[in-house]
């Protein structure tokens, strides 16, 4: 349970390397997103408390707002009810949500979590659950996927 809250910790101290101005910059964002998003669930399963979490990332002032923003707004997420997701569903959408607005350049692209939820718990059934966890990005946005 620990060594999954340390491992955690370190990523979050070791981000400042991939710091950037933007709101979730490419491919910077995208990594630290699907990361966050794994270690962050990871630290449910295990135990670990939101509180406990939210404390590391107010403890460091030296981060970049984007990805102490980003961070936030993941733990959040996967904490925002008693059940879990699967990791790389939610790690997907994650994924995808940063890149839709490392193209959306005029404004900040968000979602209600609780409009999503339901839907990434439906990926679970998919055959195809990363490209059914980018799909709900898009659902819920309005962008379409460009699909080649």
């Not at 340390?6 to 995208?30: H, I, R, T």
């Not at 403890?59 to 997420?77: A, F, G, H, P, Y």
């Not at 790690?91 to 005029?106: H, I, M, P, T």
Request: proline content about 4%.
């Amino acid at each position: 349970m620990f060594k999954v809250f340390f491992v955690l910790m370190a990523l979050l101290s070791s981000l400042n390397a991939l710091a950037s101005p933007e709101v979730c910059p490419v491919p910077q964002g995208f990594s630290v997103s699907i990361q966050a998003s794994k270690q962050a669930m990871d630290a449910k399963v295990f135990g670990v408390r939101k509180e406990t979490l939210q404390k590391g990332l107010r403890s460091d002032k030296t981060r970049e707002e984007w990805i102490t923003n980003l961070l936030n707004e993941i733990v959040d997420e996967v904490y925002s009810d008693e059940g879990f997701l699967d990791s790389d569903i939610y790690a997907f959408y994650r994924g995808e949500l940063c890149f839709v607005n490392s193209q959306v350049k005029d404004k900040i692209i968000s979602i209600d979590f609780n409009q999503a939820r339901p839907l990434l718990l439906d990926c679970e059934k998919s055959e195809e659950k990363p490209i059914c966890a980018m799909k709900v990005v898009h659902q819920l946005t309005g962008i379409p996927l460009e699909e080649k």
